[in-house]
Protein backbone atom coordinates (compact mmCIF):
# COMPACT_ATOMS: atom_id res chain seq x y z
CA UNK A 1 0.00 0.00 0.00
CA UNK A 2 2.80 2.67 0.58
CA UNK A 3 4.43 1.92 -2.45
CA UNK A 4 1.06 2.92 -4.37
CA UNK A 5 1.50 5.96 -2.57
CA UNK A 6 4.89 7.04 -2.85
CA UNK A 7 4.44 5.76 -6.92
CA UNK A 8 1.42 7.89 -7.11
CA UNK A 9 3.61 10.99 -5.30
CA UNK A 10 6.63 10.30 -7.62
CA UNK A 11 4.26 10.25 -10.89
CA UNK A 12 2.33 13.48 -9.55
CA UNK A 13 5.83 15.14 -8.86
CA UNK A 14 7.21 14.73 -12.21
CA UNK A 15 3.49 15.71 -13.90
CA UNK A 16 4.16 18.88 -11.70
CA UNK A 17 7.47 19.23 -12.47
CA UNK A 18 7.13 19.28 -16.20
CA UNK A 19 4.15 21.34 -16.09
CA UNK A 20 6.60 23.99 -13.69
CA UNK A 21 9.21 24.50 -16.14
CA UNK A 22 7.70 26.64 -18.36
CA UNK A 23 6.56 28.79 -15.65
CA UNK A 24 10.00 28.73 -14.04
CA UNK A 25 11.55 31.21 -17.01
CA UNK A 26 8.34 33.48 -16.67
CA UNK A 27 8.91 33.72 -12.77
CA UNK A 28 12.13 34.31 -13.60
CA UNK A 29 11.65 37.29 -15.92
CA UNK A 30 9.15 38.90 -14.17
CA UNK A 31 11.27 38.89 -10.67
CA UNK A 32 13.94 40.61 -13.12
CA UNK A 33 11.53 42.83 -14.24
CA UNK A 34 10.50 43.68 -11.05
CA UNK A 35 13.67 43.97 -9.57
CA UNK A 36 14.60 46.05 -12.36
CA UNK A 37 11.69 48.71 -12.14
CA UNK A 38 12.74 49.13 -8.42
CA UNK A 39 16.37 49.42 -8.80
CA UNK A 40 14.70 52.72 -11.65
CA UNK A 41 12.74 53.80 -8.52
CA UNK A 42 15.63 54.40 -6.34
CA UNK A 43 18.38 55.65 -8.66
CA UNK A 44 15.45 57.99 -9.81
CA UNK A 45 16.32 62.03 -8.78
CA UNK A 46 14.03 62.68 -5.82
CA UNK A 47 12.25 66.38 -6.66
CA UNK A 48 11.01 68.02 -2.99
CA UNK A 49 8.91 71.05 -2.51
CA UNK A 50 8.66 73.65 -0.02
CA UNK A 51 4.91 74.14 1.26
CA UNK A 52 3.95 77.09 2.68
CA UNK A 53 1.96 77.44 6.06
CA UNK A 54 0.10 80.60 4.83
CA UNK A 55 0.37 82.04 1.42
CA UNK A 56 -0.88 85.51 0.09
CA UNK A 57 -1.78 86.30 -3.62
CA UNK A 58 -0.85 89.40 -4.42
CA UNK A 59 -0.86 91.45 -7.92
CA UNK A 60 1.65 94.43 -7.23
CA UNK A 61 3.12 96.60 -9.33
CA UNK A 62 6.71 98.67 -9.01
CA UNK A 63 6.75 102.25 -10.84
CA UNK A 64 7.74 105.49 -9.91
CA UNK A 65 5.04 108.28 -10.00
CA UNK A 66 5.30 112.41 -9.07
CA UNK A 67 7.93 115.35 -9.39
CA UNK A 68 11.48 114.84 -8.36
CA UNK A 69 12.47 117.75 -6.00
CA UNK A 70 16.28 118.53 -5.79
CA UNK A 71 17.80 118.39 -2.79
CA UNK A 72 19.26 121.41 -1.31
CA UNK A 73 22.47 122.78 -2.13
CA UNK A 74 24.93 120.69 -0.99
CA UNK A 75 27.90 121.92 1.82
CA UNK A 76 30.14 122.60 1.54
CA UNK A 77 28.92 124.64 -1.61
CA UNK A 78 30.97 123.31 -5.23
CA UNK A 79 33.55 126.02 -6.50
CA UNK A 80 31.43 125.20 -9.86
CA UNK A 81 27.45 125.71 -10.30
CA UNK A 82 26.06 122.68 -11.32
CA UNK A 83 22.80 122.55 -12.44
CA UNK A 84 20.72 119.12 -12.88
CA UNK A 85 20.26 118.13 -16.66
CA UNK A 86 17.55 115.79 -16.00
CA UNK A 87 13.75 116.55 -16.18
CA UNK A 88 11.47 117.31 -13.48
CA UNK A 89 8.82 114.24 -13.84
CA UNK A 90 9.97 111.16 -14.15
CA UNK A 91 6.89 109.31 -14.55
CA UNK A 92 3.80 109.42 -15.28
CA UNK A 93 1.02 109.34 -13.21
CA UNK A 94 -0.56 105.84 -12.27
CA UNK A 95 -4.65 107.17 -13.32
CA UNK A 96 -3.10 106.81 -17.15
CA UNK A 97 -1.47 103.53 -17.21
CA UNK A 98 -3.12 101.19 -18.90
CA UNK A 99 -3.74 97.60 -17.81
CA UNK A 100 -1.83 96.52 -20.41
CA UNK A 101 1.39 97.86 -19.27
CA UNK A 102 1.72 95.44 -16.52
CA UNK A 103 3.37 92.12 -16.65
CA UNK A 104 3.65 89.66 -14.51
CA UNK A 105 6.85 88.58 -12.58
CA UNK A 106 7.81 85.15 -12.44
CA UNK A 107 7.16 83.10 -9.43
CA UNK A 108 8.38 80.48 -7.47
CA UNK A 109 8.21 77.12 -8.66
CA UNK A 110 6.23 78.44 -11.45
CA UNK A 111 7.91 77.03 -14.79
CA UNK A 112 7.06 73.30 -15.10
CA UNK A 113 8.91 71.39 -18.31
CA UNK A 114 6.36 69.85 -20.46
CA UNK A 115 8.87 67.95 -22.36
CA UNK A 116 8.98 65.60 -19.36
CA UNK A 117 5.20 64.63 -19.08
CA UNK A 118 4.91 64.23 -22.74
CA UNK A 119 8.18 61.85 -22.48
CA UNK A 120 6.24 60.27 -19.83
CA UNK A 121 2.56 59.87 -21.57
CA UNK A 122 4.56 58.41 -24.95
CA UNK A 123 6.19 55.64 -23.05
CA UNK A 124 2.84 54.63 -21.03
CA UNK A 125 1.13 54.52 -24.14
CA UNK A 126 3.82 52.83 -26.88
CA UNK A 127 4.46 50.43 -23.16
CA UNK A 128 0.80 49.32 -23.39
CA UNK A 129 0.05 49.22 -26.73
CA UNK A 130 3.25 47.08 -27.18
CA UNK A 131 1.72 44.54 -24.46
CA UNK A 132 -1.17 44.61 -26.00
CA UNK A 133 -0.18 43.22 -29.27
CA UNK A 134 2.08 40.70 -27.79
CA UNK A 135 -1.32 39.67 -25.96
CA UNK A 136 -3.11 39.36 -29.22
CA UNK A 137 -0.49 37.41 -30.80
CA UNK A 138 -0.66 35.05 -27.69
CA UNK A 139 -4.35 34.62 -28.20
CA UNK A 140 -3.48 33.49 -31.76
CA UNK A 141 -1.35 30.89 -30.83
Known amino acids: MSFFFVSLKTKIFEKYKKSYRGRDMKQKKKYILIIGMLLIQVYAPLVVYGTEVRSVETE ?56 WKILGILIIVV ?11 NKRK
Open 60 to 115: GTIGFTGVYETPGTPEPAPEVEVKPTFPKEIAQAPSEMTKSEHKRLPQTNESQMNT
Open 127 to 137: TLSFWKHKMKN
